[in-house]
């Protein structure tokens, strides 16, 4: 009985054994899972070397007349004379007579504030005549200033300063009934015909200096910390180019002490000289282009402009293909290229990343592309 039980017991044991051997067989066996190294993002850079640059800026400027003036005339009259020859747009030279009031009421207007003068010179010699016979006619008890005349003496004295004061009136009035230029001015309208008839203060003509003519710059911050050194050394060279091409030599005039109230930019006020000169002359109130040469920089880097990011830096591939991210100063630019100064790196040359994309990562290892790579690989597949 008892060798029944192991027997079926030995027989049990050996069912298992099998089953668990043909479980195993039939097992899906695990894939091992094949660790795959990253591969390295291809990138197109091109190799910059440093360079001297002298940095050009550009900005916009509107011109504007120098001593812009109203000839007026102070009296009321007729115009007795008026050079028809002067027109807007010439050019007249400093005390050229313009036009002149007919003189007949002026003149005498001058004779009588003559003979006001005369008459009041007349009436003090005969004041302090009488005034002498006064004093010695007097006695000790009658010595009041009254008596002594002393009173109307004053009086006459006043009245030959008034009469003075409205002879220099009637003489200026008289001088400038001759309207002359009071600079070298070039017209820029005329408001009457000959024989007007004119009140006192009526504009004749609108002139403005003719030895140079400003022009209103407005500069950014940015720019004015570019052009702040080379202004305390004195060291710009200033072009105005107008709007048919033509450029004209500037330099500063002032810089204005406060800023635009609705830019907030500082204004550089720029002069040229002689604008009136040649055949084509620069006209006031009209945009023009202001291009400043600034001093040279020795460690300029040209970068393709594809190559600065939104935020004003540049992508670099370091000795060990990494990639690092670094600040840059834009010195000037071109339609295609840009010229930057690297704010903390002094290597003489640079792999600058042409095209950098937004997924790029500071430290990420990366297999640089240069331009004369990918030239050589067409040639070959060709």
């Known amino acids: 009985m008892k060798f029944k039980n192991i027997l079926a017991i030995g027989a049990g044991m050996f069912a298992i054994f099998i089953a668990l051997v043909i ?5 899906v066996a695990e894939q091992v899972q094949q660790i795959n190294e990253p591969t390295e993002q291809p990138v197109s850079v091109v190799v910059v070397h440093a360079e001297q640059h002298a940095p050009t800026v550009s900005l916009l400027g509107n011109t504007r007349a120098r001593h812009v003036t109203q000839l007026r005339v102070s009296s009321n009259g007729q115009l007795g004379w008026l050079d028809a020859a002067i027109e807007p747009g010439m050019l007249v030279p400093q005390a050229t007579p313009l036009a002149r009031l007919d003189m007949t009421h002026l003149a005498s207007e001058l004779a009588q504030a003559q003979s006001r003068v005369r008459h009041a010179e ?17 006695s000790e008890n009658n010595q009041s200033r009254y008596a002594r005349r002393e009173p109307q003496v004053a009086a006459a004295e006043a009245d030959l300063a008034q009469a003075k004061l409205a002879l220099e009136s009637t003489s ?12 070298d ?5 005329r408001a009457v015909s000959p024989g007007d008839w004119l009140s006192a203060g009526e504009a004749l003509f609108e002139i403005a200096s003719s030895a140079s003519m400003d022009v209103v710059m407005p500069v950014s911050e940015p720019v004015w910390r570019k052009m702040l050194p080379q202004l305390q050394s004195q060291q710009l060279t200033i072009q105005v180019v107008d709007r048919a091409g033509t450029s004209w030599p500037a330099e500063i005039r002032y810089i204005a002490p406060n800023v635009d109230l609705n830019t907030r930019q500082r204004q550089v006020v720029l002069k040229i000289d002689n604008p009136y000169s040649s055949v084509v002359s620069l ?4 945009p023009v282009q202001v291009t400043i040469q600034l001093a040279a920089e020795p460690h300029a880097f040209k970068v393709p402009q594809s190559a600065i990011t939104r935020d004003g830096m540049i992508w670099v591939v370091l000795e060990d293909n990494t990639l690092q991210k670094e600040p840059v100063e834009v010195l000037s630019k071109t339609h295609k290229y840009a010229f930057v100064r690297f704010s903390s790196v002094s290597k003489t040359s640079q792999k600058v990343v042409s095209y950098p994309l937004l997924t790029m990562l500071t430290g990420n290892k990366v297999a640089p592309v240069s331009p004369q790579v990918k030239l050589a690989s067409k040639e070959v597949s060709q």
């Open 185 to 189: 001015a070039v017209i820029l309208s």
């Open 23 to 27: 479980v195993d067989e039939l097992a």
């Open 172 to 183: 200026k009035r008289v001088q400038e009934a001759q309207i002359v230029a009071p600079f």
């Open 122 to 138: 007349l009436t003090l010699e005969q004041q302090r005549h009488e005034q002498s016979v006064a004093v010695r006619m007097l």
């Open 283 to 286: 006209m006031p109130n009209q």
